[in-house]
């Protein structure tokens, strides 16, 4: 049906991502060190005990700068480095205090000044920090993209979307049509729960951290709705890896 061609995670939410050949999924989980840390803001109350809503974390749609962010993580270690084009590398860990504020101050000038300053960094105690409360995986079309670029008339990096498992080989949107479905994927099988609505991080080259498509008006324009990839469920453990092929169990 479909073919795998990218994986991608990202270990401290909207601060930048990694990219990987193959990786084991887990029934019931998000990807192994996919938005394990997220950055709370200074107004956030939460206590971090519990899946939190993205309004309470710094990300992309309130600090373009975010999106150039490039990212590696040390599972071994504990230890994330980060990369910008405008600023020098940090090597961190993130559950140290001292290592904490180092990236605080680090990461200060990503952030505008009229937002709200990043002040706690929070590791996940159940979960990864996805955006709903369902813990999932990403899968995003390489055809849809390109339906994209085209409505658009200009190159755009897949980057943007920030999805986990890209694939190619099946007609555009045909995503969409998978909701409820049972997915194979290499060895892992995969249920997409529910479309991805998409928010304004998408407007913003992730080389350059500034934005410069509105991705948000050509979805709702040509297609009616403002949504871009799937949220999966992962039902069945197992590897997968770029190659693998997708395939509709169900």
Same mark, same amino acid.
């Given at each position: 049906?479909?073919?795998?061609?990218?994986?991608?995670?990202?270990?401290?939410?909207?601060?930048?991502?990694?990219?990987?050949?193959?990786?084991?999924?887990?029934?019931?989980?998000?990807?192994?060190?996919?938005?394990?840390?997220?950055?709370?803001?200074?107004?956030?109350?939460?206590?971090?005990?519990?899946?939190?809503?993205?309004?309470?974390?710094?990300?992309?749609?309130?600090?373009?700068?975010?999106?150039?962010?490039?990212?590696?993580?040390?599972?071994?270690?504990?230890?994330?480095?980060?990369?910008?084009?405008?600023?020098?590398?940090?090597?961190?860990?993130?559950?140290?205090?001292?290592?904490?504020?180092?990236?605080?101050?680090?990461? *200060?000038?990503?952030?505008?000044?009229?937002?709200?300053?990043?002040?706690?960094?929070?590791?996940?105690?159940?979960?990864?920090?996805?955006?709903?409360?369902?813990?999932?995986?990403?899968?995003?079309?390489?055809?849809?993209?390109?339906?994209?670029?085209?409505?658009?008339?200009?190159?755009?990096?897949?980057?943007?979307?920030?999805?986990?498992?890209?694939?190619?080989?099946?007609?555009?949107?045909?995503?969409?049509?998978?909701?409820?479905?049972?997915?194979?994927?290499?060895?892992?099988?995969?249920?997409? *729960?529910?479309?991805?609505?998409?928010?304004?991080?998408?407007?913003?080259?992730?080389?350059?951290?500034?934005?410069?498509?509105?991705?948000?008006?050509?979805?709702?324009?040509?297609?009616?709705?403002?949504?871009?990839?799937?949220?999966?469920?992962?039902?069945?453990?197992?590897?997968? *890896?770029?190659?693998?092929?997708?395939?509709?169990?169900?």
């Amino acid at each position: 049906m479909g073919t795998l061609t990218q994986i991608w995670r990202y270990p401290i939410k909207s601060h930048g991502r990694e990219a990987l050949d193959q990786i084991s999924l887990t029934a019931g989980q998000t990807m192994p060190g996919d938005r394990l840390w997220a950055v709370a803001h200074e107004l956030s109350q939460i206590d971090g005990e519990s899946w939190a809503a993205c309004q309470n974390f710094n990300r992309g749609s309130k600090a373009p700068a975010l999106m150039a962010l490039e990212s590696k993580l040390n599972w071994e270690q504990g230890r994330v480095t980060l990369s910008h084009p405008d600023l020098p590398d940090l090597d961190f860990a993130p559950d140290e205090p001292a290592d904490q504020a180092r990236f605080l101050e680090w990461v *200060r000038p990503l952030i505008p000044e009229n937002r709200a300053a990043s002040a706690r960094v929070l590791r996940s105690k159940e979960r990864g920090w996805t955006d709903t409360d369902l813990p999932s995986v990403t899968l995003c079309s390489v055809a849809s993209h390109k339906a994209v670029e085209q409505a658009m008339g200009q190159s755009l990096s897949p980057k943007r979307w920030r999805g986990n498992i890209w694939f190619e080989g099946v007609p555009e949107w045909a995503e969409f049509d998978w909701i409820g479905r049972e997915i194979q994927i290499g060895d892992a099988v995969v249920i997409p *729960r529910e479309r991805t609505e998409r928010c304004l991080a998408t407007t913003t080259n992730p080389d350059t951290g500034k934005r410069d498509a509105d991705t948000l008006t050509a979805l709702r324009t040509n297609w009616g709705h403002q949504d871009f990839s799937v949220r999966a469920e992962v039902v069945k453990s197992g590897t997968i *890896r770029i190659g693998d092929a997708l395939r509709i169990l169900t």
